[in-house]
């Protein structure tokens, strides 16, 4: 039963999650979504300020351009000005509705953060 118990709060949770972030540098006041641009490498002289992480619900183009949008304003809470993508995961989670677990696709998006002069 404890087990069970468990494994329900687990996956309650997980399916909850939309993001995280973890501080690698240092935090500066922050900035605007519209602001953070992608970059493909680091650029020369910008500082890394955190691993940000994303998540949306699907696995389509919509999901990955929800996922973005999140990231951007997560970096941007963060101070940062830039992010460099790192990996795209398309997985399977679970949501809770009603009594009911449902299956459901969930696209992460993973970047670095950063502050570019």
């Known amino acids: 039963m404890r087990t ?3 494994v329900i709060v687990a996956a309650i949770l997980a399916g909850c999650s939309t993001g995280s972030q973890i501080v690698t540098g ?3 006041p922050s900035t605007t979504p519209d602001t953070v641009k992608v970059y493909p490498n680091v650029p020369p ?3 890394e300020i ?3 992480t994303s998540e949306a619900d ?3 183009q919509g999901a990955a351009d929800k ?3 999140r990231l951007k304003e ?3 809470r963060l101070g940062a000005n830039g992010i460099v993508l790192g ?3 398309v997985h399977k989670g679970f949501i809770f509705y009603g009594a009911w677990f449902i299956p459901q696709d969930n696209t992460t998006i993973q970047a670095k953060a950063l502050w570019v002069p």
């Open 4 to 6: 069970s118990i468990t």
């Open 26 to 28: 240092t935090k500066r």
């Open 45 to 47: 002289g910008a500082e």
């Open 50 to 52: 955190a691993i940000v």
């Open 58 to 60: 699907g696995k389509r």
């Open 67 to 69: 996922a973005l949008k």
């Open 74 to 76: 997560r970096a941007a």
């Open 87 to 89: 990996s795209l995961d």
